[in-house]
């Protein structure tokens, strides 16, 4: 279920072509489309501007380590305890919506310690989960895999290693 986030993340992406930014959330039918490709249901949500703002929240908390507390105070949710698994539940409080059904899957993840292998591309700011056996992963690829694919863990090094060269470099102009 944490790929349906990073999916959700990724609606907004600085393509290589261009390196412009671009929005796939532009109207509430791109949103509902999104949710049936996403989980094969439509949920209610207030506002294409209030999903790109809980959408840009999340994608700040991945990107900078900031808290989820405020989205968690303003889309609460209920904790309860299945008694027959022991294990605990969360539930919306008053109507499931969009907002409560991501933050239920965001505290999963949270629980079950992969929140923190979501991170963000400091370059291309592609969203991507973390394999890395410790959890060290910086950008998004080393290798341009595919179309649009980028290379920006190798575009950083080389980047590093000539500034580091220039900067050592008794060559004078």
Known sequence: MLESIRALLNTWRIPNETREPIDFFESE??????MIEQWNEKLPFASVKEVKNFRDT???AVEQQKPLQPLFEKYPLQVMID???N???YQAIG???LYTFILRIIISAITNKQWGRLKACPDCKWVFYDQSRNSSKRWCGMYAEGEGG???GTIAKVKRHRAKKKASS???K
């Open 83 to 85: 008694d027959e698994s």
């Open 87 to 89: 294990g605990i539940t």
């Open 58 to 60: 999340i994608r700040e």
């Open 29 to 34: 039918e791109d949103i509902h489309q999104f």
């Open 150 to 152: 980028r290379a920006c």
């Open 170 to 172: 008794s060559y004078i």
């Open 95 to 97: 109507e499931e919506n």
